[in-house]
C-alpha cells in the first residue's frame, strides 16, 4: 500500500481531531497503520474492530484513496454533499478568511456550511486544494542590473576563468547557544527526542563561511560579532588560503560588505574581484544552500552549555563535512526563465 505525503498529512489530521467523527479516525488509523507495515491480525486487535473491517478500508483506499474513506451514498437516499456545495467550498477555501482570521480551516469552512470537517477535507484533497499550506517564492528582484548581475554570476558557476576559484561568501548572525533548563529525554521506541520547550541563553556568535564552488570545500571562522572589522579578517584570510589564485567572490548587498576598509583593501588586491548578487537575490550565492544543510545537520534541535561548545561544535562540523561530504552543489540551470 502506498500513500502521497499529502494524503498521510490528512490522515494524521484526521486521528488527531477532536471534532472529527470517530468512525472517521478509525478508519485513518487503519491505513496509518498499514501503511507502517502491521499486519490485518494486528490491527484488528489494536483498533478493536473486525479483519473484515480492516480489509474493506485497505482495499478500498488503495482503489481510491482519500475519498474511498467516505462513506458510499445509501440506494434512495441524495447525495449529502451537493455539487454546488463542492464548489462552494472551493471557493471558500481559495477566499481571503474573514473576521481577524488569517488563513481557512478545514473545520471552519465545515462550520461555515455545516458539514464534518473529513467530508470538507475531502472534497479540497479532491480538488487538490491545501489552504492549511503556504509555499514562498523568490519575489522579483526590483534591480535594474538583474540580468547582467546573475548573467555574471552564473557564468562563473558554469564556466569558471582558468587558474580562477569561484568562492561564495556570506555570514550566518546570531546563532544562539541555547542550553535546556532540563536534561534531553533521547530517543526511544515510539516516542521522539525530547527537548523542554524552556531554556537558557548562553550568548550568541557569528559565522562567516565561503564555499570554493567548483570544489565543496567550506573556509568557515567565528566571531563575536558580525561588522565590517571582522569581514574584513575573513576576507583576509581567505586570500591567505588561495593567495596564488584568481579569486571572483560571490556575495550579497549587505551593508559590511561594502564598508569603506573593505573596498580599499579590495582596490588593493589585482587578483580578487567581487560580484554583488542583485537585491532581494541571496538565493543565488550557493553558500545559502550550505547553510540551509548546516542548519539542519548543527543547529536544529541542539543544546550547548557554553557559547564555546556551540563554537567547538561548528568547527568541528565544518572539518568533517570537508573531509567527508564537500563536493560541488549540482547546478542546472538553463538560463532561460531568468534571462526574460
Same mark, same amino acid.
Given at each position: 500500500?502506498?500513500?502521497?505525503?499529502?494524503?498521510?498529512?490528512?490522515?494524521?489530521?484526521?486521528?488527531?481531531?477532536?471534532?472529527?467523527?470517530?468512525?472517521?479516525?478509525?478508519?485513518?488509523?487503519?491505513i496509518?497503520?498499514?501503511?507502517?507495515?502491521?499486519?490485518?491480525?494486528?490491527?484488528s486487535?489494536?483498533?478493536?474492530?473486525?479483519?473484515?473491517?480492516?480489509?474493506?478500508?485497505?482495499?478500498?483506499?488503495?482503489?481510491?484513496?482519500?475519498?474511498?474513506?467516505?462513506?458510499?451514498?445509501?440506494?434512495?437516499?441524495?447525495?449529502?454533499?451537493t455539487?454546488?456545495?463542492?464548489?462552494?467550498?472551493?471557493?471558500?477555501a481559495?477566499?481571503?478568511?474573514?473576521?481577524?482570521?488569517?488563513?481557512?480551516?478545514?473545520?471552519?469552512?465545515?462550520?461555515?456550511?455545516?458539514?464534518?470537517?473529513?467530508?470538507?477535507?475531502?472534497?479540497?484533497?479532491?480538488?487538490?486544494?491545501?489552504?492549511?499550506?503556504?509555499?514562498?517564492?523568490?519575489g522579483?528582484?526590483?534591480?535594474?542590473?538583474?540580468?547582467?548581475?546573475?548573467?555574471?554570476?552564473?557564468?562563473?558557476?558554469?564556466?569558471?576563468?582558468?587558474?580562477?576559484?569561484?568562492?561564495?561568501?556570506?555570514?550566518?548572525?546570531?546563532?544562539?547557544?541555547?542550553?535546556?533548563?532540563?536534561?534531553?529525554?533521547?530517543?526511544?521506541?515510539?516516542?521522539?527526542?525530547?527537548?523542554?520547550?524552556?531554556?537558557?541563553?548562553?550568548?550568541?556568535?557569528?559565522?562567516?563561511?565561503?564555499?570554493s564552488?567548483?570544489?565543496?570545500? !567550506?573556509?568557515?571562522?567565528?566571531?563575536? +560579532? $558580525?561588522?565590517?572589522? &571582522?569581514?574584513?579578517?575573513?576576507? @583576509?584570510?581567505?586570500? /591567505?588560503?588561495?593567495?596564488?589564485?584568481?579569486?571572483?567572490?560571490?556575495?550579497?548587498?549587505?551593508?559590511?560588505?561594502?564598508?569603506?576598509?573593505?573596498?580599499?583593501?579590495?582596490?588593493?588586491?589585482?587578483?580578487?574581484?567581487?560580484?554583488?548578487t542583485?537585491?532581494?537575490?541571496?538565493?543565488?550565492?550557493?553558500?545559502?544552500?550550505?547553510?540551509?544543510?548546516?542548519?539542519?545537520?548543527?543547529?536544529?534541535?541542539?543544546?550547548?552549555?557554553?557559547?564555546?561548545?556551540?563554537?567547538?561544535?561548528?568547527?568541528?562540523? !565544518?572539518?568533517?563535512?570537508?573531509?567527508? +561530504? $564537500?563536493?560541488p552543489? &549540482?547546478?542546472?540551470?538553463?538560463? @532561460?526563465?531568468?534571462? /526574460?
Open positions: 500500500m502506498e500513500a502521497s505525503y499529502e494524503e498521510i498529512n490528512e490522515l494524521n489530521s484526521w486521528v488527531r481531531s477532536h471534532t472529527i467523527e470517530s468512525r472517521y479516525a478509525t478508519r485513518a488509523k487503519i496509518l497503520k498499514s501503511l507502517e507495515g502491521m499486519s490485518l491480525e494486528d490491527i486487535k489494536s483498533l478493536n474492530v473486525t479483519k473484515a473491517t480492516v480489509n474493506k478500508w485497505r482495499n478500498r483506499f488503495r482503489k481510491s484513496g482519500l475519498s474511498a474513506l467516505d462513506d458510499l451514498p445509501r440506494a434512495g437516499k441524495p447525495p449529502v454533499i455539487a454546488e456545495t463542492k464548489a462552494a467550498v472551493m471557493e471558500l481559495c477566499s481571503k478568511a474573514k473576521d481577524g482570521y488569517t488563513n481557512w480551516t478545514q473545520k471552519r469552512i465545515g462550520e461555515h456550511f455545516g458539514i464534518s470537517q473529513s467530508k470538507v477535507g475531502t472534497i479540497l484533497a479532491e480538488a487538490e486544494l491545501k489552504p492549511h499550506k503556504t509555499d514562498y517564492w523568490c522579483k528582484s526590483t534591480d535594474p542590473e538583474f540580468t547582467k548581475k546573475m548573467t555574471s554570476i552564473v557564468g562563473l558557476y558554469m564556466e569558471p576563468p582558468d587558474n580562477a576559484l569561484v568562492i561564495c561568501v556570506d555570514e550566518k548572525t546570531q546563532i544562539q547557544a541555547l542550553d535546556r533548563t532540563q536534561p534531553l529525554l533521547p530517543l526511544k521506541p515510539g516516542k521522539p527526542k525530547r527537548l523542554t520547550s524552556t531554556y537558557k541563553r548562553n550568548g550568541t556568535v557569528s559565522l562567516f563561511a565561503a564555499l564552488v567548483h570544489t565543496g570545500k !567550506i573556509i568557515g571562522k567565528t566571531e563575536e +560579532r $558580525a561588522n565590517g572589522e &571582522s569581514f574584513l579578517k575573513f576576507l @583576509k584570510g581567505i586570500a /591567505k588560503e588561495y593567495k596564488n589564485k584568481k579569486l571572483h567572490i560571490i556575495l550579497d548587498n549587505h551593508s559590511i560588505h561594502k564598508k569603506s576598509d573593505v573596498i580599499e583593501w579590495l582596490e588593493s588586491k589585482k587578483n580578487i574581484s567581487f560580484h554583488y542583485p537585491t532581494y537575490s541571496s538565493w543565488l550565492n550557493q553558500i545559502e544552500i550550505w547553510f540551509g544543510i548546516m542548519t539542519k545537520d548543527v543547529l536544529k534541535g541542539g543544546v550547548w552549555k557554553s557559547k564555546q561548545e556551540l563554537i567547538d561544535q561548528i568547527i568541528l562540523y !565544518i572539518d568533517t563535512y570537508n573531509k567527508t +561530504r $564537500a563536493k552543489f &549540482s547546478w542546472n540551470y538553463d538560463g @532561460k526563465p531568468l534571462s /526574460k
